[in-house]
């Protein structure tokens, strides 16, 4: 039998890169009115339709999300602030709950609340994309479609049960956003989400977004 030789010291090495690697999320946070009107949401679709993740997730929007080792997300924070600064203050308007395809429902913004989110997401991208696409190619995502979350992953029969209750349903609610979160957390197991820096949006003028302009 040919005998297989491992080498300790790669596997070694993969289990350190693995304990440095870092998922991250740019999101907003609602005010606190809102997030107990979306969590009371949440709530329902778990005790109703056995939604069991739905109430632990907290109400947010997602800018940005990848998967990279944190030597590398120096860039990326400082091209999120860079970019913040320079946004104005703004209002979310949210309108109605509506579903995706593959089993998540969620509360739709209002189209000019979408239009700035959207806007703010391709600034993100101008500033940052150039080296996401370096360091965290595939593991990564700006926001194309703004929205708060408020059950994933649901089975054919959940949905089905929440889209008689829920879909097109209004939900009434804005609030002003005049800062962003970036949170993360380590890919080993059990671990959560926390709070690494906070981006104000100051509305300076002067923006410039060049792609590449970090490098």
């Known amino acids: 039998m040919k005998r297989v030789h491992i080498n300790n010291n790669h596997w070694n090495t993969l289990a350190s890169i693995r304990h440095h690697m870092y998922e991250y999320l740019l999101v907003f946070s609602c005010d606190k009115v809102t997030e107990a009107l979306i969590h009371n949401v949440k709530r329902y679709f778990e005790d109703n339709y056995g939604c069991t993740t739905a109430a632990n997730l907290v109400p947010h929007l997602t800018l940005f999300k990848c998967t990279i080792h944190e030597n590398k997300a120096d860039k990326i924070i400082q091209g999120f602030e860079k970019v913040a600064r320079h946004i104005d203050p703004f209002?979310?308007?949210?309108?109605?709950?509506?579903?995706?395809?593959?089993?998540?429902?969620?509360?739709?913004?209002?189209?000019?609340?979408?239009?700035?989110?959207?806007?703010?997401?391709k600034k993100l991208k101008e500033e940052v994309g150039a080296h996401v696409r370096q360091?965290?190619?595939?593991?990564?995502?700006?926001c194309d479609h703004p929205h708060f979350t408020v059950a994933r992953n649901m089975t054919t029969l959940q949905t089905e049960r929440a889209v008689m209750d829920w879909l097109y349903r209004e939900f009434l609610a804005s609030f002003e956003v005049n800062e962003v979160k970036l949170l993360r957390r380590s890919l080993i197991n059990g671990a959560r989400y926390e709070?690494?820096?906070?981006?104000?949006?100051?509305g300076l003028p002067g923006g410039s977004y060049m792609q590449g302009s970090l490098f």
Do not use: C, M
């Open 195 to 202: 709070t690494i820096a906070v981006f104000p949006l100051l």
């Open 91 to 121: 209002n979310i308007a949210l309108t109605q709950f509506n579903k995706y395809e593959h089993g998540t429902f969620y509360v739709d913004l209002e189209s000019n609340a979408s239009d700035r989110v959207l806007g703010f997401a």
């Open 135 to 142: 360091w965290a190619p595939g593991e990564y995502h700006f």
